[in-house]
């Protein structure tokens, strides 16, 4: 566009605009893409308001693209369920486990591979997530342990290792194609969340067909225990959440749950 000399002050909503266009359609993004990569500008041109280097924030207003909700994180049926445990266990079992332990905890995948042992309190039995791994990165997230948890953790032998070592670790610094029961363990470094999806791609997508996520069992989570009787308050601070709100998209189906409630709850006169 020739805007080698334009300042930053002189700048419009027309200028980023029609450079989010260009590069949409150059790199062939989808309306999910254009809204993610318009919010990261939007960020950084607030920030130049709070340093005073423009007055307002040309973006700021900007409209989003209307995009289709993705499935990807829609939890799997439980026929599919059936399959990726059968499959995990059959061919990694320690992936299986961070699997479950996600289900149990609701800690998101880049969360579990930064946890060290030392953040996990067997007698107190509460994990803990400290502020730079966490998503707020700016307070402590105690998340309950439960008696499943409890003695997965017992299993895997977490007491064996030293506190420093990833619960889901790995024994290199770098990347490396390792036999599978070295790697997802209690290790000295952590793997790389890049890794986890890479191999649950071969694993779920590929092999078994099933286009679900690893982070997709939170829903799956979510969606057993609201209809096991847990509290939707008690779930948004399992999850970390501030607000229902942000709990109620993992649920997905409540609609058997008030069904079961109302059934639960009626009387004969």
């Known amino acids: ?34 809204n993610n990569n318009l919010g990261y500008i939007k960020t950084i041109l607030q920030e130049c308001v709070d340093m ?8 700021m207003k900007a409209p989003t693209l209307k995009q289709e909700q993705s499935s990807l994180h829609d939890p799997p049926s ?8 059968n499959q995990l266990i059959a061919n990694h079992p320690n992936l299986w486990n961070a699997f479950c332990f996600q289900y149990h905890t609701g800690i998101r995948p ?12 067997l007698e107190q039995r509460i994990i803990i997530i400290v502020p730079e791994n966490n998503k707020s ?10 008696s499943y948890l409890y003695d997965l953790l017992i299993n895997i032998g977490i007491q064996r290792y030293d506190n420093e070592y990833y619960l889901f670790g790995t024994p290199v610094p770098y990347g490396a194609k ?13 793997i790389k969340r890049k890794t986890l999806s890479n191999l649950w791609k071969v694993l779920i997508k590929d092999e078994l067909g099933i286009n679900r996520t690893f982070y997709s069992g939170k829903k799956l989570s979510a969606n057993h225990k609201i209809e096991d009787g847990m509290s939707e308050d008690a779930l948004r601070h399992l999850f970390g959440h501030s ?14 749950v008030y069904k079961n409630q109302v059934n639960n709850h009626s009387r004969k006169i």
């Not at 359609?25 to 893409?33: C, F, I, L, Y």
């Not at 439980?78 to 399959?83: D, G, L, S």
């Open 52 to 59: 005073e280097m423009i007055k307002i924030n040309p973006m």
């Open 137 to 146: 990165r700016t307070k402590i997230r105690y998340v309950p342990m439960n």
């Open 243 to 256: 607000s229902t709100m942000m709990t109620n998209i993992y649920i997905t189906e409540k609609r058997n």
């Open 178 to 190: 390792l036999p599978k029961d070295r790697t997802f363990k209690p290790n000295k470094y952590a």
């Open 110 to 121: 880049g969360e579990i591979l930064d946890l060290q042992l030392k953040h996990i309190d």
């Open 1 to 34: 566009k020739k805007w080698d000399e334009l300042k930053l002050k002189d700048s419009s909503k027309m200028h980023f605009r029609q450079c989010l266009e260009i590069v949409k359609e150059k790199r062939k993004w989808g309306n999910r893409t254009y």
């Open 78 to 85: 439980e026929k599919e369920f059936k399959r990726i445990k």
